[in-house]
């Protein structure tokens, strides 16, 4: 086998653009697959029609509220672009400039003063079925965001109200007369009263209008509880079951490396597997030089060899810009052989069923780039009968597993790597035993 | 069949016996009890129609396909399996990216030969590569693959040699050049045993001029087993052309 070993490696080395594409074609993916899942969104760019007179205010109780407050709130998610006017803004999303534009309307503060009609905004916008999906969940998130803080100014305004209602003084602001009497204190002002009325009819409309007084001031002091309720009424508390909380920027580097270790895993063993058969030296080759099972082994070792190589100088690397934990590099190691093995194993599955390299390489990448996809499609995101689906997909081909299996090793996550681990073994010996069937045909 | 005059080769014993086998795949039936015995230095041309059974043979012969009944056995080393025939497909089975030297040693270490360098040197001087040696085969003349092809299939001094259409591909010249050598293989010589060649064509022209026997299958049924001048006798008066006696002497027996 050792001769068959060397063999493959001088034509690698003499292969030097098809290594170089077997090496730079998977990292650069990995790591622009890394980028895109670890970085945020770019704010989309979003032309600005302020039609509001400058220093507009809506008034609540005592309180006046900035209306440019709220459109500083609902752009801070956007990149904007001020324009004069609608017909403007409609241009620069014609041209594509813009991905949208919003109108803010002369009227809004007037109409939140009025608590009669709602305020409204106009959103335009244009640009394909992707593009439009993205400005409106952007723009919802945003009208969403600014919604939440300008209700939350509101209700402090309010708030501020109701103590004046409660405690008295200066309501002149309100259009109440000077130095008033607050409601909390007509009760005990009643009660000092009360207590020199003799009993009779006039005592007891006192005592009435005492207990409302109290009764009033009571839940007027509980409905600024209920304003905040109101203002936000769910607040969200995060529980992890089970592991380590996965920080998005080393999951981005388990699913780089992984998708790595894939292509080259299975790319090399399919082409190395199909250059065999596609140089006719197969027949050659089985007719007692070399069993059938020895040289699959060779295959899928001299891939596993190769890919583990790659992932592991990739992890490496990576930790000098990303911090991982070098104590758990033995759980690393035995994360990528078993990941390694595998993908060598589904390679030259692939190889010995394909009857000469091309096929087997284009084979191979369709085969990996959807399952690459489909493995980190979480949860929820598609509807329940099609997530199922996409498990056992992702059940039966190595590379959800390996990412498990990575994901627990770096970065302690569950499932623990065990059991991934003996998953990736199950899922070696089905693809060599299928291997071992394509290679029954040696023409 | 029809059983043509005995050959001098015949005098000798057998290195090869292939006896009753038969080939099925599924309903079809490729090979139907074929038997012959092959003696030292002969060549011998198995022609016959396309799908008559002429690869299939061989390929059971070379030890790649298994006989659905029937066996070969080598009287002469009986315990040498399938080293006691080499084996040179019809498609050149060499590795392109590598030298003819590389593959010559590969194959040499690959079958387990005493001194790989000494066997890589000998073949390189009978098939007269040795100033191409270092040259990648991608980069060589069809003929040349072929010459290194024929060469990895002796590459463990093989008794017998089964050639699969080995001139196919071949200009004229690349063709002469060809039989040159597998003639110096079959030819006499002192310090050794001659090598026994069988090998499938379409070209009848050569089979004349070099084959010492022919074999004729048809539809898997061997129909004839005698020389070349045996089979122009065999289809009859008036035609000392092989390819017009083939097709008469086919055509006589309903095929």
Known sequence: MRWLLLKDLVILRRSRLLVAMLVVYPVVLALLIGLAISRSPSRPRVAVVDETPPGQTVQVGSERVQVSQYAQQLFSQVTTVRVPSRAQAVEKVKQGSVLAAVVIPRDLASRLSSSIAPARLEVIYNGDAIEQSLVRSTLNSALAQANLGFSEQIQQAAAKAIDLLLAGGNLSIIGAPPNLIGLSQIPPALHSILAHLPPGAERRQLERISAFANFAAQNLSVSKNVLQTVSQPIQVKSTLLHGRRTPLNTFAVVVAVSVSLMFIGVLLAAGGMALEREEHVLIRLVRGLITRERLLVEKAVLSAVCSFAVAFAMLAGVSAFVALDWSRVGQWLAALAFGAVAFGALGVAIGALAREVRAASLLAFLLSLPLAFLALVPAGAVAVGLYDAIRVVSFAFPFKATLQALDAAVNGASPSIGSSLVHLAGLTVVFAGLARVGLRRVE | ?255
């Open chain 2, 1 to 255: 069949m029809k059983q043509a005059a005995e050959p001098p080769a015949e005098a000798q014993p057998p290195i090869l016996s292939v006896q009753a086998v038969d080939k099925r795949f599924g309903a079809r039936h490729a090979l139907r009890a074929v038997s012959f015995d092959v003696r030292p230095g002969e060549l011998i041309a198995v022609v016959g129609p396309n799908g008559a059974g002429k690869t299939t043979l061989l390929s059971i012969l070379a030890g790649v396909q298994q006989p659905s009944a029937g066996r070969v056995l080598s009287p002469a080393a009986p315990s040498a399996g399938r080293r006691a025939i080499g084996w040179s497909p019809q498609n050149p089975a060499l590795y392109s990216k590598l030298s003819v030297e590389e593959n010559l040693r590969l194959f040499a270490r690959l079958e387990r030969v005493a001194d790989p360098d000494a066997v890589v040197a000998r073949m390189l001087e009978h098939t007269g590569l040795s100033s191409r040696a270092r040259d990648r085969v991608e980069f060589l003349s069809g003929g040349n693959r072929q010459r290194v092809n024929v060469a990895l299939g002796l590459i463990a001094d093989p008794p017998v040699l089964a050639l699969d259409e080995p001139s196919s591909a071949l200009d004229p010249r690349q063709r002469a050049r060809l039989w040159d050598f597998l003639g110096a293989l079959a030819g006499r010589s002192a310090d050794g045993p001659n090598t026994s060649v069988l090998f499938s064509t379409h070209h009848l022209g050569e089979v004349r001029r070099y084959a010492t026997r022919a074999i004729v299958l048809a539809d898997g049924e061997l129909l004839f087993d005698g020389t070349p001048a045996e089979l122009i006798a065999a289809s009859g008066p008036g035609d000392d052309d092989l390819e017009g006696a083939f097709i008469a002497f086919l055509t006589e027996c309903g095929h």
